[in-house]
């Protein structure tokens, strides 16, 4: 099995940051894509951010230039560092994880979500 753990979401004012991290363990064989989406109460979940196993990225056009995703593929951990923060980046806030993984005497692909973490921009 895999299992994703995501940490760094809180409370913080209008221009501050936050550093969310999305850790994977489990029987994994290699990683593909790692991304990070976001939710708003209201509103359907979107894709903020992504970065292939070759460390190509791609942002909504909303977080260019103030959001930066990287991965630590020793650690199997990929990383949203975000700067300037607004009201409107309020949301749940999930990575996924473009897998393949050893079950038996297999190995399966697959893509897994984090559990959630609430990042919350208000002054």
């Known amino acids: 099995q895999v299992h994703l753990v995501e940490s760094g979401g809180g409370l913080v004012q209008p221009g501050g940051s936050l550093r969310l991290s999305c850790a994977a363990s489990g029987s994994i064989f290699s990683i593909n894509a790692m991304g990070w989406y976001r939710q708003a109460p209201g509103k359907e979940r979107e894709l903020v951010a992504t970065?292939?196993?070759?460390?190509?990225?791609k942002y909504v056009d909303s977080v260019k230039g103030r959001f930066s995703i990287s991965r630590d593929n020793a650690q199997n951990t990929v990383y949203l560092q975000m700067n300037s923060l607004e009201p409107e980046d309020t949301a749940v806030y999930y990575c996924n994880v473009d897998l393949i993984y050893h079950y038996k005497r297999s190995y399966i692909s697959d893509d897994y979500w984090g559990q959630g973490t609430q990042v919350t921009v208000s002054s």
């Open positions: 970065i292939s196993s070759g460390g190509h990225t």
